[in-house]
């Protein structure tokens, strides 16, 4: 029996490298712990005979160069998680081009292929973020969450007709899933909200979003498959909670979604955002 398809999608980045409450100028004295998780990860993916889009940050990439060649050899396709993990809405339009650049230039040297796809930290992305993108030759941004329910996320957009949509005529967006129960739309994409959601209801709500004809974007962290990492002592309740419930389990999880879910990569669905050429009819 054929599986159901979904699109997925990994951001690549450490336990510290998120830039909320540990700052880039002490991320040397931090340990990376997210090599051996890929690794665990990469051999999940060929199990299943999936492909995904990894969202790598560049500081990670000048790290671990290596890792991110064999990403790419082993099928998957490599997009740009931005340089330092900045919220765009806290950079000025220049300091966003900045990172961006650099990101793109650091993994386009390492792979030796052009870089088309960008996912903003904390889904922060701006009207004017997705201006610049376009300027700096990216194809498409998968930023957008249609939701209001986190408070980092960028609020530009609150709904969306279909996940996937052109901003201009160069740079399309891929949105997140976000699930209307009652009156709330609850974010369904991935990341701790995978860990959260018990999976007989997760996956209820993949079947769903499918069910409607829209594609589903799937995301994670490698520290969300990471029990020993350190702990934050400092986090406020709600971001502890957010951020460490259901580790233990999240590895077992991710293995059930893979088999029940065809996950792909995002260049392998929709290969026209790979190239300048559009077409002028888009089959979605
Ligand atoms: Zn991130």
């Given amino acids: ?37 890929v690794h665990r990860l990469l051999e999940l993916l060929a199990l299943y005979r999936c492909t995904g889009t990894f969202f790598t940050l560049g500081w990670i990439a000048r790290k671990r160069p290596r ?32 990172d961006i650049k650099t990101s793109k230039e650091v993994l386009e040297d390492i792979i030796g292929a052009r870089i088309r796809g960008y996912r903003a930290p904390c889904f922060s992305i701006t009207d004017w973020g997705l201006q610049i993108l376009e300027e700096e030759g990216f194809y498409y941004d998968s930023s957008i969450v249609p939701s209001t329910y986190h408070d980092m996320y960028s609020r530009l957009y609150t709904s969306v007709e279909h996940p996937l949509f052109p901003i201009s005529m160069q740079l399309w967006e891929l949105s997140m899933p976000a699930l209307g129960i009652g009156r709330a739309k609850l974010p369904w994409g991935g990341g701790g909200f995978f860990r959260l959601y018990p999976y007989s209801i997760y996956q209820y709500g993949i079947q769903a979003w499918l069910s409607s004809g829209k594609p589903f974007v799937f995301y994670i962290h490698p520290y969300d498959l990471d029990p020993g990492q350190p702990r934050q002592a400092h986090l406020s309740g709600y971001h502890y909670t957010r951020r460490y419930y259901g580790l233990q389990r999240a590895e077992h999880k991710l ?16 290969p026209f955002l790979q190239h300048r050429e559009q077409p002028k009819r888009v089959t979605l």
């Avoid at 690549?12 to 090599?35: P, Q, V």
């Avoid at 060649?69 to 220049?94: D, K, Q, T």
């Avoid at 293995?255 to 929709?270: M, N, P, T």
């Fill in 1 to 37: 029996m054929l599986k159901p398809e979904i699109i997925f999608t990994v951001d690549l980045e450490d336990w510290f490298t998120d830039g909320r409450h540990i700052t880039m100028n002490s991320w040397n004295d931090y340990e990376l712990r997210l090599e051996s998780i």
């Fill in 67 to 98: 890792l991110i060649r064999l990403i790419y050899e082993m099928g998957h396709e490599i997009a740009s998680h931005g340089y330092a993990h900045e919220l765009v809405y806290m950079l000025s339009p220049s300091q966003f081009r900045q």
């Fill in 255 to 270: 293995a059930k979604l893979l088999k029940q879910f065809k996950g792909r990569s995002i260049v392998e669905c929709y």
